[in-house]
């Protein structure tokens, strides 16, 4: 279908000349199959299931311009992940030549964001969608099209609860609602087709071809019994897999299953790989992108300095410890075809779209805890492979495993490439997931009694796959702890949340969390505190989770233990009887002990070292501190408890790693803890001190330059001084 013939179907022609400008000319099969099957219309809600790159994305955005143009309201777009929620934000901004426009929220879950009221479409991750609606956000009521990427996501069991549960609440709220799920191809599309009251859109087709095989012995042995030889360039077989396509301007991804296997793969594909990079201006932009990695961080690690060695040969590694922007900077010049070969963890394939020609598999396990190795679903797989095969540049592509055995060869082709994805599962049984989400409706206002708890969670997916009593064993299981911990009561038979409640639900916590909280500020009215007393506390929540014990770990931590008995606002379990509770103790311990090391400004080197964090853990951590600290505050705020106060400073510190002298220094835009020491050691240890400095002489501080110096006294100015 030509997108002229959109016009036929209610697209207006200003619309169809955007997707021109776009250099879309013609729709692919699935997106052609949706809007015959009525799409445009209105009337309905859809769930697509179609593979990677199969163009779910554009389908999304027929609806929603259709809607908006024809009937005005607004289109939420949940995605799972913030770097996705970014790249379908820049996707979406082509469209406001057409007064449409778009807004993209993210994190800060005590917010209503009432900003959001002026954009059309709001790209956001399903927390975020979640935290709005328990704020009772304006923006989310005008709100008559909700698309639900990655839908098959509810599978997941950290975030496929709030995604299905968003769902549900918006299905509660919303009379009229239209749904568009986007799902990978998965068994049981029907059934979430079914659950949402949609029409089914499932097709097998990809715009690239995709051929998928097994790596064994020097040859990859392919479904349709084609056996094709793979150059030997080096005694690795995954290098030379991962650069056999590079000659002929090809390029690959390579999943392994942990960040130092990424890292080294990535080394030693560079190694190989000078050979086959052009000479010039190709190798001067690859030393250039090289250098910028390292100048996305004030304080470069020694994960920076190896990524910058691989940039140098072409190669890079992605995984969760890179910094966000050193991500961002790898995922453009992958996109450019200026790095060959990324050695990815597989966050990366449920994450931003990086087509390749090859997809080399060579990791099918992975570790899990209390379970050890075991193998990967075949959906996740299918992900992976997905990956191949870059449209406009590719005839087809390659999705490759890697097998040590022919015995191997023959497993890994059954399960893998020959089977078809597992049909997914609600996960909202998860009692930490379900807790929440019991609260928040008690506290919303959707429930006002058991049976009315019922009948709000029976719109859920988990209730369609299973029967009542099941459903009802678990809520009433969880709706006994909110009663018993005052985070809900019942009066005259009306069930009902308590100012408590309420705000454990708005700040986006987990009860237990909250309980743990409220109850450690409760013992530090009677104790003697200190900083590490309510990094100890903040630690032993379930949403920071306790660092991985080492060997040698159980001595230090115990010592530290003994050290700060009388200040630690938690109970201590008893190691005898209670060992696998005191194991958990002393890796928040652990937690605890890595926090303490930031805000005294030990450097992201010597923390690497010693807890195995890299850069983008480090953020991540500090995030995640910063609204539990900040939670903890509003919690002893609200119970009228004294010593909350002293939260506020802790969470300064941890929010920019600093010692408290820092403090004021750090208040200033682009004085990280870095720069903040530097002043300080030249002598500029107060905002005042900065004001009697000259421009020039700020700027000749180590690491500040002359942009910087000229941002800090406009600061400076626009706070008086």
């Not at 209105?42 to 779910?56: N, W």
């Not at 360039?233 to 991962?242: E, H, R, S, T």
């Given at each position: 279908?030509?997108?002229e ?18 250099g ?5 099969p ?10 445009l219309?209105?009337r ?10 199969a163009?779910?994305?554009l ?15 607004k ?9 996705l ?9 082509k469209?406001e ?18 900003w ?5 479409i ?16 304006e923006?989310?009521r005008?709100?008559?099209v ?7 996501l ?28 986007l799902?990978a ?15 089914l ?17 020097g040859?990859i042995?392919f ?7 793979v ?13 056999e ?5 090809g ?20 190694k190989?790989?000078?050979g086959f ?10 030393k ?18 190896k990524?910058?060695r ?16 050193q991500?961002?900077l790898i ?15 597989p966050?990366l394939?449920?994450g931003v ?9 060579r ?23 997905g ?21 191997e ?6 399960n ?7 049909a ?21 206002g ?21 029967d ?24 005259n ?20 969390s ?22 100890h ?5 379930p949403?920071?989770?306790g660092?991985?014990?080492r ?8 010592d ?19 060992y ?8 928040e311990?652990k937690?605890?002990?890595f ?41 002893g ?28 220094l ?19 240890r107060t905002?005042?001190d900065l ?16 942009k ?5 006294k ?8």
């Amino acid at each position: 279908m030509r997108v002229e013939e959109l016009l036929k179907h209610g697209l207006p022609e200003k619309a169809v000349r955007v997707l021109r400008g776009a250099g879309i000319d013609e729709l692919y099969p699935p997106q052609e199959m949706a809007v015959l099957a009525g799409l445009l219309d209105l009337r309905r809600s859809f769930v697509v299931s179609v593979p990677t790159a199969a163009g779910k994305t554009l389908i999304a955005e027929l609806l929603m311009v259709r809607s908006l143009l024809d009937r005005g309201g607004k289109c939420l777009y949940v995605v799972p992940l913030r770097a996705l929620a970014w790249e379908k934000y820049e996707d979406f901004k082509k469209y406001e030549v057409l007064g449409l426009r778009c807004a993209l929220t993210t994190g800060d879950y005590d917010s209503r964001d009432t900003w959001l009221s002026n954009y059309d479409i709001i790209v956001t991750t399903s927390e975020k969608a979640d935290s709005l609606l328990r704020h009772g956000s304006e923006a989310l009521r005008d709100v008559n099209v909700l698309v639900a990427d990655e839908v098959h996501l509810i599978n997941d069991p950290h975030r496929g609860p709030t995604l299905e549960v968003t769902i549900a609440r918006l299905m509660h709220t919303t009379p009229g609602l239209l749904i568009l799920a986007l799902s990978a191809t998965i068994q049981n599309a029907e059934e979430i087709a079914s659950w949402l009251g949609a029409e089914l859109v499932a097709m097998d087709w990809r715009p690239v071809e995709l051929r998928e095989g097994v790596y064994c012995d020097g040859s990859i042995f392919f479904s349709d019994s084609r056996l094709q030889e793979v150059e030997r360039i080096c005694g690795n077989d995954v290098v030379n897999l991962a650069l056999e396509v590079v000659p002929q301007g090809g390029q690959s991804l390579v999943f392994v299953n942990t960040r130092r296997s990424a890292e080294k793969l990535a080394l030693d594909v560079a190694k190989e790989a000078r050979g086959f990079l052009g000479e010039g201006e190709e190798e001067e932009r690859l030393k250039a992108l090289a250098a910028q990695v390292l100048e996305v961080l004030a304080e470069p690690t020694e994960i920076c300095r190896k990524l910058s060695r691989a940039l140098k040969g072409g190669a890079a590694f992605h995984h969760a410890g890179l910094e966000a922007g050193q991500r961002r900077l790898i995922e453009d010049a992958f996109k450019d075809n200026l790095v060959k070969v990324i050695a990815a963890t597989p966050t990366l394939a449920a994450g931003v779209n990086l087509p390749a020609r090859r997809v080399v598999i060579r990791d099918y396990t992975r570790y899990e805890a209390n379970l050890g190795r075991v193998a990967i679903p075949v959906l996740e797989y299918k992900q992976q492979a997905g990956r191949a095969g870059r449209p406009s540049y590719d005839e087809y592509g390659e999705a490759v495993l890697v097998a040590k055995s022919y015995d191997e060869r023959s497993r890994l082709l059954d399960n893998y490439v020959l089977a078809e994805p597992e049909a997914i599962s609600s996960k909202l049984a998860v009692e930490a997931a379900l807790r929440t989400h019991v609260l928040a409706t008690v506290a919303m206002g959707y429930a006002d009694s058991f049976y009315a708890l019922m009948e709000f969670f029976s719109r859920t997916f988990f209730a369609h796959q299973q029967d009542a009593h099941t459903l009802e064993s678990h809520l009433r299981r969880i709706l006994d702890f909110l009663l018993d911990e005052g985070m809900c009561g019942e009066r005259n038979g009306e069930l009902f949340a308590t100012p408590f409640g309420r705000r454990v639900s708005e700040l986006y916590l987990d009860p237990v969390s909250a309980v743990i909280l409220r109850d450690g500020l409760y013992a530090a009215q009677h104790k003697d505190t200190d900083t590490f007393s309510y990094l100890h506390l903040l630690a032993s929540v379930p949403e920071i989770g306790g660092l991985y014990l080492r060997k040698g770990d159980f001595e230090t931590y115990e010592d530290m233990v003994r050290r700060y008995e009388d200040r630690l606002l938690v109970e201590i379990p008893d190691r005898l009887t209670e060992y696998w509770r005191y194991e958990e103790f002393l890796s928040e311990i652990k937690t605890a002990s890595f926090y303490a090391d930031w805000i005294e400004e030990r450097s992201e080197d010597f923390i690497h070292k010693k807890y195995n964090l890299g850069p983008g853990d480090i953020r991540t951590r500090v995030d995640l501190a910063d609204w539990v600290l900040y939670a903890a505050y509003e919690i002893g705020r609200l119970l009228r408890l004294g010593k909350a106060r002293e939260l506020v400073e802790v969470r300064r510190r941890v929010r920019h790693g600093v010692k408290e002298e820092l403090l004021e220094l750090v208040s200033l835009r682009g004085v990280g803890r870095v720069r903040a020491r530097r002043l300080y050691s030249k002598g500029y240890r107060t905002l005042r001190d900065l004001r009697e400095a000259s421009v020039e002489a700020i700027a000749g501080v180590k690491g500040i330059g002359p942009k910087t110096a000229e941002s800090i006294k406009r600061q400076l100015r626009e706070k008086g001084f």
